[in-house]
């Protein structure tokens, strides 16, 4: 490690192959946590290259738990978190949204690092087992539309990091990897970033892959459409710049998509949401969010006319019943 941290320090970077022999021993336990942690901190202060990102994407996807979730047209709504914006947890609400709406999705999360209340925080709270059996996870797509891939279970990577990733409780590089690395391999992918070099970095891996995608970043600094500013996307049709105006929308106050300041808080914020009883900013931000994934999965479609399946799928409740099934 101190080479490698050497390397870091003389502002040199690696090659695809290299990242993902690093990556590999951090896994292998052959580094101590004040390695890791320092080797973490370096990237917190100089910018990833692809090469770095890919070789880093590479080996959690060869090293992780398979799924064995074949056979479904699966979709993953997944943030890198590290925005800083503390916003209550749209994308997991999206996702019970999109499969309300009828489409099967498998939804990677894990615990809050930079951020109080991540996905598992919230899913764990409100009564959600985490579960890497096969069985089980088919039975949630097929009975829920959904199931929820807590990381740990499935990253062997992370689950040794985390610890570490507590402790520094800053953004690291491995909030850029989570939505790269879901396990089930979706066909097609919403990932919302917090940095337009990002986003682009992201664009470039992805059009190497055979899968459907829409990155976007809201150019105020969110990992997902805020209904706060202006939002880039990158999909397999190219970049776009989409306004609020040509959306139909006018500019919220920031204050009114915070999240809760404790889990509970969180949760409440979740739960009404789904119920029906969240607020006017609250629902359009949600369903904003989750008609750009319908509109990944059928990108012939409007935006108007995904945004309609989505309030459709809330309204009547359908998104509600979907999380009820798979908590229970």
Same mark, same amino acid.
């Given at each position: 490690?101190?080479?490698?941290?050497?390397?870091?320090?003389?502002?040199?970077?690696?090659?695809?192959?290299?990242?993902?022999?690093?990556?590999? +021993?951090?896994?292998?336990?052959?580094?101590?946590?004040?390695?890791?942690?320092?080797?973490?901190?370096? &990237?917190?202060?100089?910018?990833?290259?692809? #090469?770095?990102?890919?070789?880093?994407? +590479?080996?959690?996807?060869?090293?992780?738990? *398979?799924?064995?979730?074949?056979?479904?047209?699966?979709? #993953?709504?997944?943030?890198?978190?590290?925005?800083?914006?503390?916003?209550?947890?749209?994308?997991?609400?999206?996702?019970?949204?999109?499969?309300?709406?009828?489409?099967?999705?498998?939804?990677?999360?894990?615990?809050?690092?930079?951020?109080?209340?991540?996905?598992?925080?919230?899913?764990?709270?409100?009564?959600?087992?985490?579960?890497?059996?096969?069985?089980?996870?088919?039975?949630?797509?097929?009975? @829920? $539309?959904?199931?929820?891939?807590?990381?740990?279970?499935?990253?062997? @990577?992370?689950?040794?990091?985390?610890?570490?990733?507590?402790?520094? $409780?800053?953004?690291?590089?491995?909030?850029?990897?989570?939505?790269?690395?879901?396990?089930?391999?979706?066909? &097609?992918?919403?990932? $919302?970033?917090?940095?337009?070099?990002?986003?682009?970095?992201?664009? &470039?891996?992805?059009?190497?892959?055979?899968?459907?995608?829409?990155?976007?970043?809201?150019?105020?600094?969110? +990992?997902?459409?805020?209904?706060?500013?202006?939002?880039?996307?990158?999909?397999?049709?190219?970049?776009?710049?989409?306004?609020? @105006?040509?959306?139909?929308?006018?500019?919220?106050? *920031?204050?009114?998509?915070?999240?809760?300041?404790?889990? *509970?808080?969180?949760?409440?914020? !979740?739960?009404?949401?789904?119920?029906?009883?969240?607020?006017?900013?609250?629902?359009?931000?949600?369903?904003?969010?989750?008609?750009?994934?319908?509109?990944?999965?059928?990108?012939?479609?409007?935006?108007?006319?995904? !945004?309609?399946?989505?309030?459709?799928?809330?309204?009547?409740?359908? @998104?509600?019943?979907? !999380?009820?099934?798979?908590?229970?």
């Amino acid at each position: 490690m101190k080479k490698i941290l050497n390397h870091l320090f003389e502002q040199k970077t690696f090659n695809k192959t290299e990242a993902k022999e690093i990556l590999t +021993d951090m896994t292998l336990g052959k580094f101590n946590a004040s390695q890791m942690a320092a080797f973490m901190a370096v &990237y917190c202060m100089r910018n990833i290259t692809v #090469d770095e990102l890919e070789g880093f994407r +590479d080996a959690m996807l060869e090293l992780c738990n *398979p799924t064995h979730l074949e056979g479904y047209d699966l979709i #993953d709504l997944c943030g890198t978190g590290g925005d800083g914006k503390d916003t209550f947890n749209i994308s997991t609400l999206a996702s019970f949204v999109v499969s309300g709406a009828g489409y099967k999705v498998a939804k990677h999360g894990n615990y809050g690092v930079s951020s109080g209340c991540g996905s598992s925080n919230v899913m764990e709270y409100l009564g959600y087992k985490f579960t890497n059996d096969t069985g089980m996870l088919r039975f949630n797509i097929e009975n @829920a $539309g959904i199931c929820f891939l807590h990381a740990p279970l499935f990253h062997p @990577a992370m689950k040794t990091v985390a610890p570490i990733r507590k402790e520094l $409780g800053v953004k690291t590089f491995f909030n850029m990897l989570g939505p790269m690395v879901n396990p089930s391999k979706p066909k &097609y992918q919403m990932v $919302g970033v917090f940095s337009l070099e990002l986003a682009r970095l992201f664009a &470039y891996l992805y059009q190497k892959e055979n899968k459907k995608y829409t990155i976007l970043h809201a150019l105020e600094g969110y +990992d997902e459409i805020s209904l706060t500013c202006d939002f880039k996307t990158y999909t397999n049709k190219g970049e776009h710049l989409h306004s609020l @105006a040509s959306l139909g929308f006018q500019k919220i106050d *920031p204050k009114s998509i915070s999240g809760g300041n404790t889990v *509970p808080e969180s949760a409440g914020i !979740f739960k009404s949401v789904l119920k029906g009883e969240g607020t006017i900013e609250q629902n359009n931000v949600v369903l904003c969010n989750a008609a750009m994934a319908i509109n990944t999965i059928k990108p012939e479609n409007s935006f108007a006319d995904c !945004f309609s399946e989505a309030e459709e799928s809330l309204l009547s409740k359908r @998104a509600l019943k979907s !999380f009820e099934k798979l908590i229970t």
